[in-house]
């Protein structure tokens, strides 16, 4: 059992929790019950009031801490399960049931609060205890738009952070881990450009003919060239782009991690598409595909974590396919230390590879 002084995920996380992060889709967020999230191993209870108004406060009651998430919302407050004491939205405690009337005795007695901010169907929290929020949460694209259409997977993977978005950028391991059910070993060489900027690593293969899904011959009939872009945003986004032709017809998956503890993340995945007439049979067809093929994933990446966790300290031998990984770990790692770590230098590679 980890020991009081011992620090949380959080404390150590240097500049990557001055971002905003999932904790929860809107539609999680029912009018009257509380939704626990843990990020970064603290845990929040998030709650909506009868205005539709959200609040993240931390799943503490200032009492003797018993989770706030396990009671229950009366009159636009939380009330905890323990003793019953009683927080409004802005974490003021002010009811304590066995104070009687004595209000008085009550004014400073306060929880947490977090900054909470609702966009693209996601309720964003922001984890900077010291900062103000100076940015946006990551825009999710074409949450809306003409022709475009939309779901989220939510899926708990064992594996950090860094891990995924890697696994969710690379390209070798689909001939394996998705075999027959995303792209099919040809051993061609595929070119591409990695590139690292202050804040994003951005890919771009050079493979017009590539063909992705089993479905591809019913959605690309006329062999429009496909442009394919794998691109990272600090901290924990990934977007994979898929468009056919002059954007006739494409495919996007947006995958923003939360990270829960060290090897335990939550991935909300936004799967959006424009696919023509094909898009009223993929609204059927598209999120069993996509739960197929992150399963396999979510296998991969819990073996893999597991040896991580064995061996204690990563050793990786990496080729030019790797690259991208090595980038993304820069500057993962340059924000988690910046006391030790020069800021990662902006740089362009081309790269070959075989699938
Ligand atoms: S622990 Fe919450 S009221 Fe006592
Ligand atoms: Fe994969």
């Avoid at 799943?59 to 004491?85: F, M, Q, T």
């Avoid at 991969?300 to 030019?320: A, E, L, R």
Wanted: include cysteine; hydrophobic fraction near 35%; glycine fraction near 4%.
């Amino acid at each position: 059992m980890k020991s009081l002084s011992e620090k949380l995920m959080i404390e150590s996380s240097g500049l990557i929790k001055n971002y905003w992060y999932a904790a929860a889709r809107s539609t999680d967020l029912k009018k009257g019950k509380p939704v626990k999230a843990v990020i970064m191993e603290l845990p929040i209870v998030l709650w909506r009031n009868s205005k539709g108004d959200i609040a993240a406060m931390i799943d503490r009651c200032n009492h003797r801490n018993a989770p706030l998430s396990e009671g229950k919302i009366e009159n636009d407050c939380i009330v905890c399960p323990y003793h019953g004491w009683v927080y409004n939205e802005k974490g003021q405690c002010v009811n304590i049931p066995s104070e009687g009337p004595n209000t008085d005795r009550i004014p400073n007695k306060k929880v947490e609060l977090f900054p909470v901010i609702e966009r693209y169907g996601l309720v964003w929290v922001w984890m900077g205890r010291e900062v103000l929020p100076d940015k946006e949460p990551f825009e999710m694209p074409y949450y809306s738009g003409e022709g475009w259409k939309n779901y989220y997977m939510v899926t708990p993977f064992d594996n950090a952070v860094t891990d995924l978005v890697e696994n969710f950028m690379d390209v070798p391991h689909t001939v394996y881990v998705h075999k027959g059910w995303f792209r099919d070993k040809k051993q061609i060489c595929i070119k591409a450009e990695v590139e690292r900027t202050p804040n994003s690593v951005l890919v771009s293969y050079d493979q017009p003919n590539d063909s992705i899904g089993f479905f591809d011959w019913m959605i690309n009939p006329k062999r429009l060239p496909l442009k394919h872009t794998d691109n990272f945003y600090m901290p924990n986004v990934t977007r994979v782009d898929y468009v056919y032709g002059n954007q006739e017809k494409a495919f996007i998956i947006t995958s923003t991690c939360t990270p829960v503890k060290a090897f335990e993340t939550k991935v909300y995945t936004l799967i959006t598409y424009k696919l023509g007439w094909f898009n009223a049979l993929a609204t059927f067809f598209l999120p069993w595909y996509t739960k197929k093929v992150i399963d396999q994933d979510v296998w991969i990446m819990k073996i893999h974590g597991k040896n991580m966790q064995t061996f204690k300290t990563p050793d990786y031998k990496s080729t030019q396919v790797d690259f991208m990984h090595v980038y993304i770990e820069s500057l993962r790692r340059a924000a988690e230390t910046p006391d030790e770590q020069p800021t990662p230098q902006p740089i362009k590679k081309q790269i070959e590879f075989w699938i």
